[in-house]
């Protein structure tokens, strides 16, 4: 993570007036292991010990991730079109392949994957979901086209009430189906797979947003928004009654322009965000009313799909492959390195680097009322002139600055004490 992001983070919430985002992460992201491809990761879903990729040109590749600091290839599949997504259910993976319609793979063992059937689409597959025997396909064409799994494949109903279809999310009987080019969110009761039935929409009147991707979740949709020139965006949008959707919150993402925000997956209270040419943002949507920024990741390239499976973060990549990230917690205290604000270090606690020296720098001069929100408030008083524990975050002070700027410049032997005043190393 780097600390540049948050100050870009702060001014962006400060212009649109979306959300306020946290100085410091309450969670970090830390590399454990990555599977270069021969092209671009496009799009991809976890399944127990393996992950399967649509891999564009390169076809459908399963992923062997039950070592997750080397995840090596178990098989490739070649498609004659660019696989664009994949979902899986049971033993199958569905893939969209962008010209090539839907493909069904038997993937009972990884290291072999069998073709079982194949459908034509009238439009472009892009990306899809599997629910209920049936998958939902959104074609870049204008239509959600829905396919029974059965047996080898039969598409058995087209939905092209919308004109361009970037992205679908189900939840029970309602597909939630986003459109691109300012068509807004479409509700279709999918109860009858064979007659979708249009029964809600969402959008800004009288040119409905540009979304382009959606996560459903419980009573929330989640919607990425590019409008093109401005920063982009995630609204969250109350689905509870499908037919009225009401719009609860929004916050302000770091990607902007022509940059892509596509697409995101929920997990727990955070929302992962695959901002393509950004990389990997994370949203807080605990309170969707107000949901916050925590951070973006910008270290693996062009990140397509993210998928996230017990506190592992999988990224789907254009130069990287699959990328796989864990989840860590930042909590109060951190021992042993109490001086490694950042927590980008080593178990040293006189580890200290440019990015510690912008943490206090931020927590100080930036925003001193939130600059230390995620992290123990006993590392913000560095110095320990305060009682312990620290319950004021305006105890930063110019001492606390003076002590990172001797022990990162002038004596780098130097060391901080753990939170509780004994000593974390030992010379």
Same mark, same amino acid.
């Given at each position: 993570?780097?600390?540049?992001s948050?100050?870009?983070?702060i001014?962006?919430a400060?212009?649109?007036g979306? +959300?306020?985002?946290?100085a410091? /992460?309450? @969670?970090?992201?830390?590399?454990?292991?990555?599977a270069?491809?021969?092209?671009?990761?496009?799009?991809?879903?976890?399944d127990?010990?393996?992950?399967y990729?649509?891999g564009?040109?390169?076809?459908?590749?399963?992923?062997?991730?039950?070592?997750?600091?080397?995840?090596?290839?178990s098989? =490739?599949y070649?498609?004659?079109?660019?696989?664009?997504?994949?979902?899986?259910?049971?033993d199958?993976?569905?893939?969209?392949?962008?010209?090539?319609?839907?493909?069904?793979?038997?993937i009972?063992t990884?290291?072999d994957? @069998?073709?079982v059937?194949?459908?034509p689409l009238s439009?472009?597959?892009?990306?899809?979901?599997?629910?209920?025997?049936?998958?939902y396909?959104? =074609?870049?064409?204008?239509?959600? @086209?829905?396919?029974?799994?059965?047996?080898?494949?039969?598409?058995?109903?087209?939905?092209?009430n919308i004109?361009?279809?970037?992205?679908?999310?189900i939840s029970?009987n309602?597909a939630?189906v986003?459109?691109g080019?300012?068509?807004?969110?479409h509700?279709?009761?999918?109860? =009858?797979?064979?007659s979708?039935?249009?029964?809600?929409?969402?959008?800004?009147?009288?040119d409905p947003?540009?979304?382009e991707?959606?996560?459903?979740a419980?009573d929330?949709?989640?919607?990425?928004?590019?409008?093109?020139?401005a920063?982009?965006?995630?609204?969250?949008v109350?689905?509870?009654?499908?037919?009225t959707p009401?719009?609860?919150?929004? +916050?302000a993402?770091v990607?902007t322009?022509?940059?892509?925000s596509?697409?995101s997956?929920?997990?727990?209270?955070?929302?992962?965000?695959?901002?393509?040419?950004?990389?990997?943002?994370?949203? #807080?949507v605990s309170?969707?009313?107000?949901p916050?920024h925590?951070g973006?990741?910008?270290?693996y390239? =062009?990140?397509?799909d993210v998928f996230?499976d017990?506190?592992y973060?999988y990224?789907?990549t254009?130069?990287?492959g699959?990328?796989?990230?864990?989840?860590?917690?930042?909590?109060?205290?951190i021992?042993p390195?109490?001086?490694d604000?950042d927590q980008?270090g080593?178990d040293?606690?006189f580890n200290?680097?440019?990015?510690d020296?912008?943490?206090?720098i931020n927590?100080?001069?930036?925003?001193?009322?939130?600059?230390?929100?995620?992290?123990?408030?006993?590392?913000?008083?560095v110095?320990?002139?305060?009682?312990?524990?620290?319950?004021d975050?305006?105890?930063v002070?110019?001492? #606390?600055?003076s002590? /990172?700027i001797?022990?990162?410049?002038i004596?780098?032997?130097?060391?901080?004490?753990?939170? #509780?005043?004994?000593?974390?190393?030992?010379?």
């Amino acid at each position: 993570m780097r600390m540049s992001s948050v100050l870009v983070s702060i001014i962006l919430a400060v212009v649109i007036g979306l +959300c306020v985002p946290a100085a410091v /992460l309450g @969670q970090d992201l830390v590399f454990v292991g990555s599977a270069s491809l021969l092209g671009s990761a496009e799009g991809l879903c976890i399944d127990g010990n393996h992950a399967y990729v649509a891999g564009g040109n390169d076809g459908v590749i399963s992923i062997d991730i039950s070592d997750p600091e080397n995840p090596t290839i178990s098989d =490739t599949y070649a498609t004659t079109s660019s696989a664009q997504g994949v979902d899986v259910a049971g033993d199958y993976a569905y893939v969209a392949c962008y010209t090539g319609g839907l493909l069904k793979i038997d993937i009972t063992t990884p290291s072999d994957l @069998q073709f079982v059937g194949s459908t034509p689409l009238s439009n472009n597959a892009n990306r899809l979901c599997v629910s209920g025997g049936y998958v939902y396909v959104a =074609t870049a064409g204008g239509a959600l @086209q829905i396919v029974d799994t059965t047996g080898s494949l039969s598409e058995v109903s087209t939905y092209d009430n919308i004109g361009w279809v970037v992205d679908v999310g189900i939840s029970g009987n309602y597909a939630y189906v986003v459109g691109g080019n300012g068509k807004g969110m479409h509700v279709v009761d999918i109860s =009858t797979p064979s007659s979708p039935d249009s029964v809600g929409f969402y959008g800004t009147s009288p040119d409905p947003d540009w979304f382009e991707g959606i996560a459903v979740a419980g009573d929330y949709a989640y919607l990425t928004y590019n409008p093109g020139t401005a920063s982009h965006a995630v609204y969250i949008v109350d689905i509870s009654t499908p037919s009225t959707p009401i719009y609860k919150g929004a +916050c302000a993402l770091v990607a902007t322009g022509s940059q892509h925000s596509g697409r995101s997956f929920l997990y727990g209270d955070s929302l992962y965000v695959a901002c393509e040419e950004v990389g990997l943002e994370i949203l #807080d949507v605990s309170d969707p009313e107000n949901p916050v920024h925590v951070g973006y990741y910008d270290d693996y390239g =062009t990140v397509s799909d993210v998928f996230v499976d017990d506190d592992y973060v999988y990224l789907a990549t254009s130069s990287n492959g699959l990328v796989i990230l864990r989840v860590v917690l930042i909590t109060c205290c951190i021992p042993p390195s109490v001086g490694d604000l950042d927590q980008g270090g080593g178990d040293l606690g006189f580890n200290y680097d440019g990015a510690d020296l912008s943490a206090m720098i931020n927590g100080l001069f930036i925003d001193p009322a939130h600059g230390w929100d995620g992290i123990c408030l006993d590392e913000a008083d560095v110095d320990f002139s305060s009682i312990r524990p620290v319950t004021d975050p305006m105890t930063v002070d110019g001492a #606390d600055l003076s002590l /990172l700027i001797d022990a990162l410049f002038i004596a780098p032997t130097h060391y901080l004490k753990n939170c #509780d005043g004994t000593d974390n190393w030992i010379p």
